[in-house]
């Protein structure tokens, strides 16, 4: 991979609002591949409220791979086709997994139109208040041709559904599974599971090569984390046999969550804080149960029992809403302290900063 200058074209875009003196800034990169080369490392610094923009004159057909790492957890990415602006449509968001977002920060996928594509790096909504600042590098490719179709989801586990519970299955007499530090074999071993044994289930993502893994934990020692392989989990009834239901947690008088002091699970649900959120589920306004796992920095799994009895999972990753156990598309906007998750047409739910963060 070769690493090329990128031409800047465009600096301070100023923006002003009503309520706030705040300057926004923009920075904007023609990116240009040499002959012969079709991907290049670029590198930068983004801090607080700014948008670091790289624009790339593309065509019909080719497919183009972006993946953006860097220390902050709380950057991503946005892709837009020609035409396409902030504010509007986009083709995908890197904190969204989908059609082409595989795993968090990950883009892949067959361009449709032909002419200039942006590629918007940015911090969250949180971050950006805070005043972060990070160093990134964003590898981006483009080829011609489709992309190799990913590996299929094991029976009963999809990219990005967590069943709160998972049994282990289908090794030979003998065997045991191997829990890693991380998504791929290429982690050390921290520990095995024996065939039958039920652990907890914190989320499952795909692999870079698309092989599904879920991050686990034994029921016994929450604190003791790492990595399975989906195929040889399958959801599974809470140890006991009692049903993967929220708990009946009774809300305070104003409506908040049941929780206690330094993040502790409440009694006998598995969750750091249950009770009940503001949510609307076909048009009708709805006061849905719900219970939250907080995994730190914004960064849980948000249990909602629907006014059918419907268990809705919603995972976030640096408060903001990644992926879901519905089938439709997922989509966050900030209300103040609150985000607004969207799921499909059908279902609206108010998360508060508190559930995802804490007090």
Not at 54 to 75: F, N
Not at 209 to 219: F, Q, S
Not at 221 to 248: F, I
Request: aromatic letters at 6%; hydrophobic letters at 35%.
């Amino acid at each position: 991979m070769t690493r090329l200058a990128v031409l800047p074209l465009l600096f301070a875009l100023l923006f002003s609002a009503a309520s706030s003196a705040q300057v926004l800034e923009s920075r904007t990169y023609g990116v240009r591949f040499a002959p012969g080369q079709s991907a290049m490392t670029l590198s930068n610094e983004i801090a607080g409220a700014e948008t670091v923009v790289y624009r790339l004159t593309t065509r019909s057909g080719q497919t183009m791979k972006a993946s953006l790492t860097g220390a902050s957890a709380s950057m991503y990415f946005v892709v837009y086709g020609p035409g396409q602006m902030p504010g509007g449509r986009s083709i995908a968001s890197s904190d969204r997994t989908g059609a082409f977002v595989p795993s968090r920060n990950r883009f892949e996928g067959r361009l449709q139109a032909s002419g200039d594509h942006r590629i918007e790096v940015r911090l969250t909504p949180q971050a950006a208040a805070r005043g972060e600042r990070a160093v990134f590098s964003l590898a981006v490719s483009v080829t011609d041709g489709a992309p190799r179709p990913p590996e299929a989801a094991p029976p009963g586990v999809a990219p990005g559904f967590a069943a709160p519970y998972v049994r282990v299955t289908g090794l030979k007499s003998g065997d045991s599974l191997n829990v890693r530090g991380g998504p791929s074999t290429g982690f050390a071993v921290r520990y095995t599971l024996r065939n039958g044994e039920i652990v907890r289930n914190l989320g499952c993502t795909p692999e870079v090569g698309g092989a599904i893994w879920c991050r686990v934990h034994r029921i016994s020692d929450p604190g003791n984390q790492g990595w399975a392989s989906a195929r040889y989990l399958t959801p599974s009834k809470a140890p006991g046999g009692g049903a993967t239901q929220l708990p009946g947690a009774v809300p305070d008088p104003g409506g908040g969550a049941t929780q206690l002091p330094g993040d502790a699970l409440v009694p006998a649900t598995g969750y750091n804080a249950t009770g009940v959120l503001a949510c609307t589920i076909s048009g009708r306004a709805n006061d849905c149960r719900f219970g939250v796992v907080r995994r730190g920095g914004g960064t849980a799994s948000v249990d909602i029992t629907m006014p059918d009895g419907t268990l809705r999972r919603i995972e976030f990753s640096v408060g903001r809403p990644v992926s879901s156990n519905s089938r439709a598309g997922i989509f966050g906007e900030w209300a103040g302290r609150d985000v607004i998750v969207s799921i499909g047409t059908t279902e609206r739910y108010v998360v508060t900063d508190a559930m995802l963060f804490g007090g």
